[in-house]
């Protein structure tokens, strides 16, 4: 039988994508439910940083009787050139699953045709799926299903931007896009999405009569080096109360976390009861445990 695997939203069937997000709910209101994986172990190997990445993995293998272990490039032989894909043979003889957080997309989909076990994306250059598994349970949580409503993305045309683009796709919204010119998502994914995603380079317009405003850092990890040149180019993307005010009156403002206050979001939103951000961050735990029943299962 093929393995499954989670690098993107598009590797599951998108009623298997709904199902999760359905079962992360229900796990949150009743952790109790969710099976039992004792005797299951997740590998996490980060090549980044991660506060809720990490930690929403490591708890809800806890909470589920299993058991997780971190490693990354300096404290394992990844760091010193074992190929991925050895690295993925022996790795998945040993573990259920594996989660990981690394640069090049093609490194985990080079892991992924090498391991037993199932491979999850716990953020690459190019995708965040994890993330909007959580962020599609706080919108359904606070708003019920997203199902054709309207969504703006303002800024970086990043990995979560990208997610946002895939997520479109599977649970069935418009997605205005508004980022600077030179920092737009892929033109092959937009081009395959041209029916439900729009890109201009006008924040204000991209959030008219939206129900969901979402942005995220200018400057991702890997690219501080050029984070001086992206101030400047993203000075008009930051999202404010004054921005939220031309969305839809209950509009929901998300961001993955973490935030700079004063860059791509103010100070003031991010403690406005629109914003859901807290809930989001705590959803992460859920939707990955839900996500966790489904491939180990
Ligand atoms: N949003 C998110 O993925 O956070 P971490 O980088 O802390 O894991
Ligand atoms: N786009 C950000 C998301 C962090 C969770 C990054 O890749 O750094």
């Known amino acids: 039988m ?20 359905s079962r992360a709910i229900e796990l949150k209101t009743n952790p109790a439910a969710a099976n039992n994986q ?12 991660s506060t809720r990445t990490r930690v929403a993995f ?33 790795l998945s003889r040993m573990v259920d699953c594996v989660a990981i957080r690394t640069f090049a997309h093609n490194d985990l989909e080079r892991f992924a045709a090498y391991s037993r076990v199932p491979v999850i994306n716990a953020l690459s250059n190019d ?14 949580e606070h708003r019920g299903s997203i199902s054709g409503k309207r969504v703006a993305w303002i800024g970086d045309g990043n990995n979560m931007c990208q997610s946002y683009i ?73 999202v404010s109360g004054e921005l939220m005010s031309l969305a839809k009156a209950d509009a929901l403002f998300m961001h993955c976390l973490p935030a700079h206050r004063g860059e791509e979001v103010t100070a003031e939103l991010l403690d406005r009861d629109a914003s859901v951000v807290w809930d989001e961050a705590e959803n992460r735990m859920h939707s990955q445990k839900a996500l ?6």
């Open 38 to 49: 004792s005797r299951k172990t997740l590998g996490l190997i980060f090549e980044k940083s």
């Open 127 to 140: 995708f965040h799926p994890c993330q909007l598994l959580a962020d599609m349970q706080t919108f359904i």
């Open 58 to 90: 490591e708890v809800a293998m806890t909470q589920m009787n299993g058991a997780s272990l971190f490693l990354t490039s300096d404290n394992s032989q990844i760091g010193r050139g074992e190929p991925i894909e050895d690295t993925a043979r022996v």
């Open 292 to 297: 966790l029943e489904y491939l180990l299962n």
């Open 166 to 238: 895939n997520a479109a796709s599977v649970f069935d919204f418009e997605l205005n896009i508004a980022s600077p010119a030179n920092f737009s998502p892929d033109s092959d994914l937009l081009a395959a999405n041209s029916d439900r995603v729009s890109l201009s380079t006008s924040p204000r317009q991209a959030v008219a009569d939206v129900d969901l405003v979402v942005t995220d850092v200018w400057a991702s990890m890997g690219q501080e080096s050029t984070k001086a040149k992206r101030l400047i180019a993203f000075a008009d993307f930051e």
């Open 2 to 21: 093929r393995v499954p695997h989670f690098l993107t939203l598009l590797d599951l069937p998108s009623s298997d994508v709904l199902e999760i997000v």
